[in-house]
């Protein structure tokens, strides 16, 4: 079983591409690509820009050229060409991946070359988040049985901070790979956040059938079990049910929409890189119901500020390590924040898991 595809417990910051070999990707120039001849039955099409004679296309054809722009581009990065040179490729790269869509608009790949040029940009260029979604959006629906696909859209939801397509799409890729241990902890991670306590028991449990490594197992039955503690003293657990997926309008195909200069803005583009997380943009330890603290040696109180709180939210604290012996408990709470503390500091840190529910 395939549980060791990546660092379980390296959760970071968002990465903006996952190629994961679904298209042409080079990372070296590669040779002009030729056309070449197809059966009379592929479309007819001119290349873009090229006037006269009318020559059969495949769509490994456009992939293929609009993927050797975008090495292109991103050679001219790394070597510090000019904006305008890097954009004239990159609107190179997208006009032959707009034509494969044109020409082939019942594939996925078309649409998944697209995608993956905007997600590569969103980094510098925001606005290019919705048209990445989109494009993966439909290739998702060409293709509903790529993990890696569903996997890129719930990376793509989460940098948008909607927290309830990630946690749709993490649960589409879990289903697709049931034994890729880091969409199980990603999928617990979140739905821990957003307040699914019972949810996240059920995929610890999960997580914990296709285990190997003893030092991971022992850390996810330590997260499990606080989890377990919490049910227990609340008596439920906070309701959440993902809502309908209203795909963003994507950008028109024949219209590309890279800028070469934008006020106050740079144009980057991300390499190429394989994504190992999944984190919600706009879920932290100030929004989310439930998270990590650590009070330190010395200290008897810590306050932790959170807008989820209401008169009525209880909140409760589990634990994780250090503070033998001692009773660690919430002391007071007020609308924007909560204490927790114990009678008398000691010498070591104590982290522990809080956890509120409304």
């Not at 769509?59 to 722009?69: A, C, R, V």
């Not at 989460?158 to 241990?181: F, H, I, M």
């Not at 969409?183 to 059920?202: C, E, H, P, R, W």
């Not at 009773?327 to 522990?352: A, C, Q, R």
């Amino acid at each position: 079983m395939n549980t060791k595809l990546i660092p379980l417990f390296s959760i970071s910051s968002l990465t903006l591409v996952s190629i994961s070999g679904l298209i042409y990707l080079k990372t070296k120039d590669v040779p002009v690509v030729s056309p070449v001849s197809q059966p009379t039955s592929s479309p007819r099409r001119s290349l873009p820009g090229e006037g006269g004679t009318q020559v059969p296309k495949s769509i490994e054809h456009y992939l293929l050229t609009s993927q050797q722009f975008f090495t292109q581009a991103l050679d001219a990065q790394n070597q510090k060409k000019s904006p305008e040179t890097v954009t004239n490729l990159l609107n190179r790269s997208l006009t032959f991946a707009n034509e494969s869509i044109k020409v082939f608009p019942n594939d996925f790949r078309a649409y998944l070359q697209r995608g993956q040029i905007y997600q590569s940009l969103v980094s510098s260029q925001i606005q290019l988040l919705d048209p990445a979604i989109s494009d993966y959006l439909t290739a998702s629906k060409l293709n509903p049985n790529s993990p890696e696909i569903t996997r890129t859209l719930a990376q793509l939801f989460a940098k948008k901070g909607d927290a309830q397509n990630t946690l749709t799409y993490l649960s589409k890729t879990v289903s697709l790979q049931p034994t890729t241990a880091q969409n199980f902890y990603d999928l617990a991670k979140i739905q821990q956040q957003v307040g699914q306590i019972s949810n996240a028991v059920t995929t610890y449990d999960q997580l914990l059938s296709i285990l190997t490594d003893p030092a991971q197992k022992t850390q996810v039955i330590a997260e499990k079990s606080a989890l377990e503690q919490l049910t227990a003293q609340s008596k439920g657990v906070m309701p959440y049910a993902p809502s309908s997926i209203s795909p963003e309008p994507s950008a028109k195909a024949d219209e590309p929409i890279i800028q070469a200069s934008l006020p106050n803005t740079g144009l980057i583009i991300a390499a190429p890189e394989t994504s190992k997380d999944v984190i919600v943009a706009n879920q932290t330890n100030s929004n989310s119901y439930s998270g990590n603290a650590t009070l330190s040696a010395g200290q008897s109180q810590i306050s932790i500020q959170n807008s989820k709180l209401t008169s009525s939210s209880q909140v409760y604290v589990n634990t994780i390590s250090g503070g033998k012996n001692q009773t660690l408990e919430v002391i007071s709470k007020s609308k924007d924040s909560f204490t927790v503390g114990i009678l008398t500091p000691i010498t070591e840190n104590i982290e522990f898991k809080w956890w509120i529910v409304n």
